[in-house]
């Protein structure tokens, strides 16, 4: 079975950097689309940035220039680097990946959450 192993979350002060990552493991025939979604208490849930196969980015407005998605396929694993982080950037952080299964269609999987807590 497939699943998404986040890590990274943590306090970090404003004006601080922090790097998410998340793992996907089982038996994994390819990988498409990866990405990360937020949410903060009262608020939606809101897409970060998202990343295709062929490296094409999406980056929300409000953290363009401080967020950069990257990604490694051959490690299965999406990450998120978070520079200049703002109060506002704290929420809990949702990595999802569009994956295809040995022998089974494409199926999206998310990761369990990973808080980051801007404060000082």
């Known amino acids: 079975q497939v699943q998404l192993v986040e890590s990274g979350g943590g306090l970090v002060q404003p004006g601080g950097s922090l790097r998410l990552s998340c793992v996907a493991s089982?038996?994994?025939?390819?990988?498409?689309?990866m990405g990360w979604y937020r949410q903060a208490p009262g608020k939606e849930r809101e897409l970060v940035a998202q990343?295709?196969?062929?490296?094409?980015?999406n980056t929300a407005d409000n953290v363009k220039g401080r967020f950069t998605i990257s990604r490694d396929n051959a490690k299965n694993t999406v990450y998120l680097q978070m520079n200049s982080v703002k109060p506002e950037d704290t929420a809990v952080y949702y990595c999802f990946q569009v994956i295809r299964p040995i022998g089974l269609p494409y199926n999206t999987y998310w990761g369990q959450g990973t808080q980051v807590t801007v404060s000082s």
């Open positions: 089982g038996s994994i025939s390819s990988i498409g689309d």
């Open positions: 990343m295709t196969r062929s490296l094409n980015t």
